[in-house]
């Protein structure tokens, strides 16, 4: 129960520095006032980069969470009962790591397609 109050904590404070540097990220990117003659800026290759990105953590974190998944369902086919209870309890942690894999890369897809299209 105390692991989880300390994921808690660490994963409150990683959403919070997440939400931080997505928000300022455009006020540093701002070009000096008196520099900037007005044009257009081709922002197509950051979209490029971007959408290459999250579909490669997605993919990355969906294989591996259905290879973790696969370990495991052996494991406890062939383990004792001891053992099917230890991976009871191993299997909790599993499905909300796979589901913060899988949010966060549509969270970021979200994000980067709502920012791209300002």
Do not use: C, W
Request: charged fraction near 15%; aromatic fraction near 8%; proline fraction near 3%.
């Amino acid at each position: 129960m105390k692991n989880m109050k300390v994921i808690s904590k660490i994963l409150t404070i990683l959403t919070i520095a997440f939400v931080m540097v997505s928000v300022m990220t455009p006020v540093f990117a701002a070009p000096d006032p008196s520099t900037y003659t007005g044009g257009e800026v081709d922002t197509s290759r950051i979209d490029t980069l971007g959408n290459q990105i999250i579909t490669i953590v997605s993919t990355v974190g969906s294989i591996v969470s259905v290879i973790v998944l696969v370990v495991l369902g052996l494991k406890y086919m062939m383990g004792s009962a001891e053992e099917k209870a230890e991976y009871k309890k191993t299997l909790l942690p599993y499905i909300i790591g796979a589901a913060l894999v899988f949010a966060a890369s549509t969270v970021a897809g979200v994000i980067f397609n709502f920012a791209s299209s300002i």
